[in-house]
């Protein structure tokens, strides 16, 4: 894929650099020579991947009734969604899901923090990767209501008990509607997230080298500041990182616990 | 827009990452660390289940305590009081005999001294009368009737002792 076109600014030296930048975080091959065309975003998700694996198998190895080190880090996760999403949202039966859920939990988590350290690129900062996984949660939950209480009850579930059988079409479309975004919903805020948040380090930067590049007064005071910025924004995008880990996996515990609760609300 | 479209190799690749993650997460690396985690909520549990036994019981051993040292405290005062109570009957018993004694004894002396002044009283009498009837004789001469005298003396000694006895 080409770089963006930024016809406005191109003429100006820092038109080019945001240029660049748009250029550097957009979905491209990661190497021209490669023989599989893996994207520069599927290489640090594939990382992230590898890290990950490795991180919960030596964690599960060393799971003991008194946590330490790297046991302890994994087991505040796996407490953290198993008991503050999976059995708060969904209830004793949700540590039936914890599994996928703790899945993407970790998944997410992994790929934000992954890109937070340069030359990284969040696996989550492109909608390849996070409308894949918006729509593997959307045919998972949906599964789990259909095997739960049948096709046709699940969708006769999505016009609630006592509407107006004149209204129970519009209804309807509107529940579907409202089903089919929620993957597109879920996939865009993540990416919006963390693409959002490495635009903003990348903008900053550029002020830092371009301040530098052309030095002047103004630049004297930008770049000190800018830096600064680079630096709150750094722990920010570490604040994200987590909570958009957590937001995603809430969201999906909410999903399924709606489809196993078809029709009571 | 396009930043929307998404990569199809992207989404496949995510499709692998998520059945590899998935069945490794779910088969090797959650259930040691699932397991593990109950087993402590368990263990957890149960010790605050024994502490709090633990503490009901040493609670009931407490009061027990507090309980057998009330009882102690009321039993040994019931004991000094009853050791008090026997030490005062036996001294008022030993004094009240003492004094029984005491008095028989000066009872018995009282007894002894009147008698042996009533002898010797009685002796003194006797030997009075006799010297005084001879000193009389001797004073008056040979007229006195030593028999009439004696009884006339005689009386006159006992006026004189019932004075003195006074």
Known sequence: MSAPVVPAAEASPMGEKIAELLHELSVRPFSENAAFSLTNYTFWLIIAVLLLLVFMVVASRKAKLVPSGIGNLAEAGVELVRN??????????????????????????????????????????????TFTWAII?????????IKKVGFGHYIKSFVPAGTPMWLAPLIFVIEVISHLLRPFTLGIRLFANMYAGHIMLGVFAVFVAMSIEHFSAVGA????????????????????????????????????????????? | ??????????????????????????????????????????????SIEKAEETRVEAERLLEEYRQQMADARTEAAKI???????????????????REEAEAEKTRTLEAIRAEKAAAMAELQTSVADLSVAVAGKIIGEKLDPAEHHALIERYIAEVGSLNEK
């Open chain 2, 1 to 46: 827009m396009e930043l929307i479209i998404p990569n199809t190799t992207e989404m496949w690749v995510n499709v692998a990452a998520f059945v590899v993650l998935f069945i490794v997460m779910w088969k090797v690396a959650f259930p040691p660390m699932t397991k593990m985690l109950d087993e402590r909520a368990e263990k957890i549990r149960d």
């Open chain 1, 221 to 265: 005071l930008v770049v000190p500041l800018s830096f600064l910025m680079q630096v709150v924004l750094r722990v920010f995008e570490l604040f994200v990182a987590v909570l958009q880990a957590y937001i995603f996996s809430i969201l999906t515990a909410v999903y399924i616990n709606g489809a196993l609760h078809t029709g009571e609300h």
């Open chain 2, 80 to 98: 000094i009081e009853q050791g008090r109570t026997v030490a005062e009957n036996m001294k008022a018993e030993i004094l009240a005999k003492a």
């Open chain 1, 84 to 129: 503050s999403i999976c059995v708060d949202i969904i209830g004793p039966e949700g540590k039936k899901y914890f599994p996928f859920i703790g899945t993407i939990f970790f998944f997410v988590l992994f790929n934000n923090l992954l890109g937070n350290i340069p030359p990284a690129l969040p696996g989550t900062g492109t909608v390849g990767t």
């Open chain 1, 137 to 145: 949660v959307f045919l998972v939950y949906n599964g789990i209501g």
